[in-house]
């Protein structure tokens, strides 16, 4: 009631006591070490805070043996809740840290670091609401078991982990990128007309053909990809994707080593 209807010296010393500990919390926050170790940052803040509040009593007491014992009986009171509330707080950030984990875990090809077939599903639905027209890229490795069976499945599973990297290299953060399967793979791109995602599609095919693939002996191969591709509206996602993937068949069926589209445009 004094720090709001009056000024007064210990309105000031309140002023002072709560400014102290905005700074404190600030600085605490700036503390690099302290920000993976949960408990010190809690303990820290709680111990400042504490000091904080015990050396304004005492300032605003002027130090008698009665401000001493209410200083020492707010920290009493407030340590052990302050604590408290720390533990809490990081039982509940180590439950958020480990559904959020867990939800990566499970949406993640733990080869390739893409989006797994079952994210690519959840994905396409996301697409529908946010996109009004997407683009479907189906790509597959032109002759990849032959790379199993010639170079081994370790070796194979490198290849698929750069040619990974390519595909990141070559799309934007916007664009889902997954690997649908063995030596398949997706992209879903919005916004994009059919010549433009020609484009993005022959790019990445260049890229591929261009890229030494290194081996985990240090040889170096070559590799192709085929591509099919759907353009369309999101709503008729379902039916791009059944489009992109005769498109590949289509693709590979040719030659291998070429982009396929469809000739009219889904919607």
């Keep these: 009631m004094i720090f709001v209807f009056s000024f007064s010296f210990y309105s000031i010393v309140v002023c002072v006591a709560l400014f102290t500990m905005v700074i404190g919390t600030i600085l605490t926050y700036r503390i690099v070490w302290l920000q993976k170790r949960l408990f010190q940052f809690g303990l820290t803040l709680n111990v400042w805070t504490c000091l904080v509040a015990a050396m304004g009593i005492l300032v605003g007491g002027g130090f008698t043996e009665r401000a001493l014992d209410v200083a020492l ?8 809740i302050g604590l408290l509330i720390t533990m809490l707080n990081i039982d509940l950030y180590l439950i958020h840290h480990r559904v959020r984990e867990y939800k990566i875990s499970a949406e993640t090809d733990h080869l390739t670091g893409l989006v797994n ?9 996301k697409f529908k ?20 069976d010639q170079y081994g499945h370790a070796n194979g599973d490198e290849v698929l982990k750069q040619f990974a990297e390519l595909l990141h290299r070559e799309t934007r953060n916007q664009d889902i990128k997954a690997r649908i399967g063995g030596e398949e793979f997706g992209i ?8 433009e995602v020609v484009n993005v599609a022959e790019r990445i095919r260049n890229s591929i053909s261009k890229h030494e693939f290194k081996l985990l002996d240090d040889e170096r191969i070559h590799l192709s990809v085929s591509i099919g591709i759907a ?3 999101s709503e008729h996602l379902r039916e ?16 291998r080593n070429r982009t396929h589209v469809t000739e009219s445009v889904v919607g």
Aim: charged share 20%; net charge neutral; with cysteine.
């Design 188 to 195: 879903l791109i919005p916004m994009l007309s059919q010549t």
């Design 73 to 80: 009986l707010v920290t009493m009171i407030s340590f052990p």
């Design 129 to 148: 609401g946010q996109y009004a027209t997407c683009n479907v890229l189906l790509l597959d490795i032109d002759h990849f078991k032959q790379i199993n």
């Design 240 to 255: 791009m994707i059944r489009l992109a993937d005769e498109c590949l068949y289509e693709a590979k069926n040719s030659g």
């Design 117 to 125: 077939h079952r994210a690519w599903e959840m994905q396409m639905k």
């Design 231 to 233: 353009n369309g509206k």
